[in-house]
């Protein structure tokens, strides 16, 4: 974060600064020592100003004693690496279809390459943030799945769900003050030494679950959920596990992995879970710190 010299600044800009960071106290106040799952991908680690406004964020977070815990996945750089290494890629139903091959390069993107660069970006605010993998320590436990598309089922290769959490590595960095960044990648439990390609959105949303977390937030790259795409004015800002539940068939391949996250989360016992625009700076704060918040809010 830029240290501003308020002696620098215009009165009435400074006074306007004062203000904003009082009307952020109940937030503040509302988070503090409380745990908060933040799925970071898609478009919003693609430009370089993003990810840095994303880890004054989370640097923020930390500092004013939220507890925040980050889950990435990686798309964009995932398929420009196999684009490069001459690697088929395909998506069915929403899920990246994952050969052999494949899955030593989602690894190798994930946990070798924005894993470290990300905890780069959020150590440059101080010594805060520590990278981990869904494969250390078990943190997770991966199963293979398929996906049904128009009523045919068709295999994805290496992709799973996560279907056991061991949130123990997680709460261990956090008690040492640390922020804890994952990337979703899980050991496949019915074969040993073999790694799965895991729905970030999904891992974010067990890994909330196991934390009792007192929310997950979802970045992508719209503004929120519509009720009528691509109707501009149908966003919807709030709803209930009910209503997103009845609405979630009827909603696009891409988005139904992040509703169904937030829905997860809810049914898990997560009080509110929210999907934002990673597009926009600063959207984490302005998500946890202001009344309106941004983008659509779960609540049970």
Same mark, same amino acid.
């Given at each position: 974060?830029?240290?501003?010299?308020?002696?620098?600044?215009?009165?009435a800009?400074?006074?306007?600064?004062?203000?904003?960071?009082?009307?952020?106290?109940?937030?503040?106040?509302?988070?503090?020592?409380?745990?908060?799952?933040?799925?970071?991908?898609?478009?919003?680690?693609?430009?370089?100003?993003?990810?840095? /406004?994303? %880890? @004054?964020?989370? #640097?923020?977070?930390?500092?004013?004693?939220? *507890?925040?815990? &980050? +889950?990435?996945?990686?798309? $964009?750089?995932?398929?420009?690496?196999?684009?490069?290494?001459?690697?088929?890629?395909?998506f069915?139903?929403?899920?990246?279809?994952?050969?052999?091959?494949?899955?030593s390069?989602?690894?190798?993107?994930?946990?070798?390459?924005?894993?470290?660069?990300?905890?780069?970006k959020?150590?440059?605010?101080?010594?805060?943030?520590?990278?981990?993998?869904?494969?250390?320590?078990?943190?997770?436990?991966?199963?293979?799945?398929?996906?049904?598309?128009?009523?045919?089922?068709h295999?994805?290769?290496?992709?799973?769900d996560?279907?056991?959490?061991?949130?123990?590595?997680?709460?261990?960095h956090?008690?040492?003050?640390?922020?804890?960044?994952?990337?979703?990648?899980?050991?496949?439990l019915?074969?040993?030494?073999?790694?799965?390609?895991?729905? /970030?959105? %999904? @891992?974010?949303? #067990?890994?909330?679950?196991?934390?009792?977390? *007192?929310?997950? &937030? +979802?970045?992508?790259?719209? $503004?929120?959920?519509?009720?009528?795409?691509?109707?501009r004015?149908?966003?919807?800002?709030?709803?209930?596990?009910?209503?997103?539940?009845?609405?979630?068939?009827?909603?696009e391949?891409?988005?139904?992995?992040?509703?169904?996250?937030?829905?997860?989360?809810?049914d898990?016992?997560?009080?509110?879970?929210?999907?934002?625009?990673?597009?926009?700076?600063?959207?984490?704060?302005?998500?946890?710190?202001?009344?309106?918040?941004?983008?659509?809010?779960?609540?049970?």
């Amino acid at each position: 974060m830029t240290h501003v010299d308020l002696q620098d600044t215009d009165p009435a800009e400074a006074s306007e600064r004062a203000v904003t960071l009082v009307e952020s106290l109940p937030w503040v106040r509302k988070y503090r020592d409380q745990v908060v799952v933040v799925k970071y991908g898609g478009n919003a680690m693609v430009s370089d100003e993003l990810q840095d /406004a994303f %880890a @004054a964020d989370i #640097a923020y977070l930390r500092y004013v004693g939220v *507890k925040p815990v &980050v +889950v990435h996945g990686g798309g $964009p750089q995932i398929s420009s690496m196999l684009d490069r290494l001459d690697i088929p890629s395909e998506f069915r139903g929403g899920y990246r279809v994952t050969s052999t091959e494949a899955i030593s390069v989602v690894r190798m993107v994930l946990t070798g390459q924005i894993n470290p660069q990300l905890v780069a970006k959020v150590n440059a605010h101080g010594p805060l943030a520590t990278g981990l993998s869904g494969e250390d320590a078990g943190l997770f436990g991966g199963r293979r799945r398929g996906v049904v598309v128009d009523g045919v089922e068709h295999d994805l290769g290496r992709v799973g769900d996560v279907v056991t959490v061991d949130p123990q590595p997680v709460l261990d960095h956090l008690a040492a003050g640390r922020v804890p960044i994952v990337s979703s990648i899980a050991p496949d439990l019915d074969n040993p030494g073999t790694s799965l390609n895991v729905n /970030a959105d %999904a @891992a974010a949303a #067990a890994l909330a679950t196991a934390l009792n977390a *007192k929310k997950l &937030v +979802v970045l992508t790259d719209v $503004p929120g959920l519509y009720a009528d795409w691509p109707n501009r004015d149908s966003l919807v800002s709030h709803l209930t596990s009910t209503e997103l539940r009845a609405m979630l068939p009827t909603l696009e391949s891409g988005m139904i992995p992040k509703m169904q996250a937030c829905l997860d989360a809810v049914d898990g016992g997560v009080p509110t879970a929210a999907i934002i625009d990673g597009r926009v700076p600063h959207s984490v704060l302005v998500e946890l710190f202001t009344s309106k918040g941004i983008g659509t809010e779960v609540v049970a």
